[in-house]
């Protein structure tokens, strides 16, 4: 008797998994795959557009940037940690945005940062006055792309990411300066001489792990003060039990994305 209740929960239990697996996997087909291919490269990428989507309207864009552990080749990955905050019904109402998760190859970073694996926390050596990466070179062409359409409002488009995404949140603001209104940065990390570049009064909200061990927290710190030192605007949110994976903490946080879209440029 015992083994058949046994055998009858662990069938339930594997039945609701698989409904929320597929539920899930249903929620995110919202987003569409897409690929930009510029010469003979190919960027895949997932784009979710609002509900009840014209061409006669104007929106924001959001581009998210994923961690060096979901990069790869099946245009998938990408959207495992942040897509569920912009699939909730509630943020799809009150906040009409196109989403874009472009997927950087394995071989390839947003950043142009040399990384040692081989010690705790991770030393990064960060090149940001060389050439960007491949991957963040069609990142930034794929965004001009899409942002050239006239259903683009042009004074709202913004950047976030986390770890390796935060990363190239930092980055592609320097890359890009007259282009976002407002960005999000978790667990990254970046040369703090780049802030210099980045636009008077810019609003960045910055979040940390206290115990990331494998980014040091310091990292955070130090972006936001001297982004604030250059005049910018640098919101920091650190959680003192975290680890590296502060970005649930940081989806969690309900004035996320009321505040994002609270900017534009120029604001």
Known sequence: MKNNISLNFLLLAGFFILI???GMAQE??????????????TLNYRILFPKNFSEEKEYPVVLFLHG????????EAQLVHGSDLFLKEAN??????????????????????????????????FKNEEEPTKALHLVMALLNSVTSEDYI???????????????????????MPETFAAAFAICGGADPAIAKKYPEGFNIWIFHGEEDNVVPAEFSKTMAREINTAG?????????????????????????LPWLFSHQKND
Do not use: C
Not at 29 to 41: A, C, L, P
Not at 101 to 118: I, M, S
């Open 68 to 75: 060096a552990g979901e990069r790869g080749s099946d245009n």
């Open 28 to 41: 995110q087909s919202e987003f569409q795959k897409k690929q930009f291919i510029q010469q003979n490269d």
């Open 232 to 256: 910018g605007n640098a919101k920091l949110s650190l959680y003192p039990h975290d680890n590296h994976n502060s970005w649930d903490s940081a989806f969690s946080e309900p004035y996320l």
């Open 20 to 22: 929320s697996a597929s």
């Open 153 to 175: 409002d042009k004074d709202r488009i913004y950047v976030g990411g986390l770890s390796m995404g935060g990363m190239g949140t930092y980055e592609i603001l320097s890359r």
């Open 92 to 125: 799809r109402e009150d906040f009409p945005a196109i989403v874009i998760f472009p997927q950087a190859p394995k071989d390839d970073y947003w950043a142009k940062v040399e990384v040692d694996r081989n010690k705790t926390p991770f030393e990064f050596s």
